[in-house]
């Protein structure tokens, strides 16, 4: 099983997208193993974004993720990180294919809706850095998810 975070940013949250996101999860088969809402700061925003911090749009991308809370969300599965992405699509909204989150919930390249972790060593460093211990589950899996030789 693989573990990765999504964060609904501040575009999910105030175009009040964040059932109907929490739900597509849910409905692929995806496991929610941890979830809350926060507010960002910048000391942590640098630590997340920090293959961006030199690029011209660093500054707005800061101010739009602290605008408004955040939900954070651990999710687990079978290659999730992977599925999750897929689900997530392009990083501009309006280049996301239809049927995706961004590709259905966005049009900017910014406001893109969504985070999702791009690597199982990048999702379990960014888990640990949105959730305390204790604050991520371990609970029975539903039955006919996955064959028994997939989970
Ligand atoms: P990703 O979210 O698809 O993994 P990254 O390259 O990691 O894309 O960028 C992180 C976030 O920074 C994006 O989700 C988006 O909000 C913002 N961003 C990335 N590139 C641009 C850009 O060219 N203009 C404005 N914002 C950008
Ligand atoms: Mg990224």
């Known amino acids: 099983m693989e ?3 999504v964060i609904l ?9 964040a059932g109907e996101i929490i739900s597509r999860f849910e409905k692929k088969g995806l496991k929610i193993i941890g979830i809350k809402m926060m507010q960002l700061h910048e000391d942590i925003l640098r630590e997340h974004y920090a293959h961006l911090v030199d690029r011209p749009f660093f500054p707005s991308l800061l101010n739009s ?4 809370p955040v939900i954070v969300i651990g ?9 999750v992405r897929q ?3 392009a990083t501009n909204s309006r280049k996301a294919l239809p049927g995706t989150i961004r590709g259905d919930f966005g049009m900017s390249g910014q ?3 969504i985070h999702a972790s791009d690597s199982v060593e990048n999702a379990e460093i960014e888990l640990k850095r949105f959730f305390a211990d204790g604050e991520l589950f371990d609970y029975p ?6 064959s ?3 989970a």
């Open 65 to 68: 993720m602290m605008a408004l």
């Open 3 to 5: 573990r990765t975070l």
């Open 87 to 89: 689900m997530t699509d």
């Open 75 to 83: 999710i687990e599965g079978v290659e999730a990180v992977t599925v």
């Open 9 to 17: 940013k501040p575009s999910a949250i105030a175009r009040e997208h």
């Open 148 to 150: 028994p030789d997939e």
């Open 111 to 113: 406001e893109n809706i």
């Open 141 to 146: 899996t539903k039955k006919f998810l996955y």
